[in-house]
């Protein structure tokens, strides 16, 4: 199995950045596909951004287009989000998760999942 842990979260003002990083230990993290999902308050996980195996395929859910870019270094075993252009309803607890089977944007399509990194933005 692979153990994920996020971090890069904290606090920024609307309009600002982010680097979220997931860092990957265990299993070869080539062999997963990976996602970003978020859950705030009260609302269920949703899902934010996908990458395929060597990084070649990306998907992004449409509120994030444009403003959230999704990539991967596998010879560092990590997974980044970068967000730009943040709004207040991008406030979640982002969690990364690793699929061993396809590159998915539902959460039960996902194997192995991290603690979470909590993003807020003020307005």
């Known amino acids: 199995q692979v153990q994920l842990v996020e971090s890069g979260g904290g606090l920024v003002q609307a309009g600002g950045s982010l680097r979220l990083t997931c860092a990957a230990s265990g299993r070869t993290f080539s062999r997963y596909a990976m996602g970003w999902f978020r859950q705030a308050p009260g609302k269920e996980r949703e899902f934010v951004a996908a990458?395929?195996?060597?990084?070649?395929?990306?998907y992004y859910a449409d509120s994030v287009k444009g403003r959230f870019s999704i990539s991967r270094d596998n010879a560092k075993e990590a997974m980044y989000l970068q967000m730009n252009s943040l709004k207040p309803e991008d406030t979640a607890v982002y969690y990364c998760?690793?699929?061993?089977?396809?590159?998915?944007?539902?959460?039960?399509?996902?194997?192995?999942w991290g603690q979470g990194t909590q993003v807020t933005v003020s307005s």
């Open positions: 998760a690793a699929s061993s089977s396809r590159v998915g944007v539902l959460f039960y399509e996902y194997d192995y």
């Open positions: 990458v395929s195996w060597i990084g070649e395929h990306t």
